[in-house]
């Protein structure tokens, strides 16, 4: 029997998303903030079948360089493609826009993720110590359009 796929749409957050959004962001992120992040095309949804399933928000530091800096995934749907399908769509949207860099990272004590983001094509460039009740920060680098 063959393994039907799943369909995943990922797209940018409107505002008739708001309620969901505040739902996916665990990070105490104010709902006037997701609602300026939604308006600036920062914050991607994932869904299957019209119901939202994933949650990805993107940050510019020195307002130039994109930056993951929340991707959260209902757990049924995890290791299904879902969170690359989100990284797909916001890479397509940086290359359209000039962007040639995508950053990201992960506390150094969640092995996971970081194998995550080097089976999508990230690679790891730099450790902040100390940050995340000192637990630390492995920051990771994507170049587009390869």
């Known amino acids: 029997m063959m393994k039907k796929e799943m369909a995943v749409n990922a797209r940018f957050c409107e505002l008739r998303d708001l309620g969901s959004c505040v739902d996916f962001?665990?990070?105490h992120v104010s709902e006037?903030?997701?609602k300026?992040?939604?308006e600036e095309k920062a914050v991607i949804l994932?869904?299957?079948?019209g119901k939202p399933i994933g949650?990805?928000?993107v940050e510019y530091l020195w307002l130039t360089v994109p930056y993951v800096s929340l991707i959260t995934i209902e757990e049924a749907y995890r290791r299904k493609g879902?969170?690359?399908a989100m990284i797909k769509f916001l890479e397509d949207h940086l290359i359209k826009n000039g962007h040639k860099v995508l950053y990201s990272s992960s506390q150094v004590d969640e092995p996971e993720p970081q194998m995550w983001h080097r089976k999508i094509g990230f690679e790891e460039c730099g450790i902040i110590a100390g940050i995340n009740d000192g637990v630390g920060e492995v920051f990771f680098r994507k170049t587009l359009g390869k």
């Open 36 to 38: 300026r992040k939604i």
């Open 46 to 49: 994932a869904e299957v079948d």
């Open 82 to 84: 879902v969170g690359s």
């Open 32 to 34: 006037s903030m997701i």
């Open 25 to 27: 962001d665990y990070e």
């Open 55 to 57: 949650y990805l928000r």
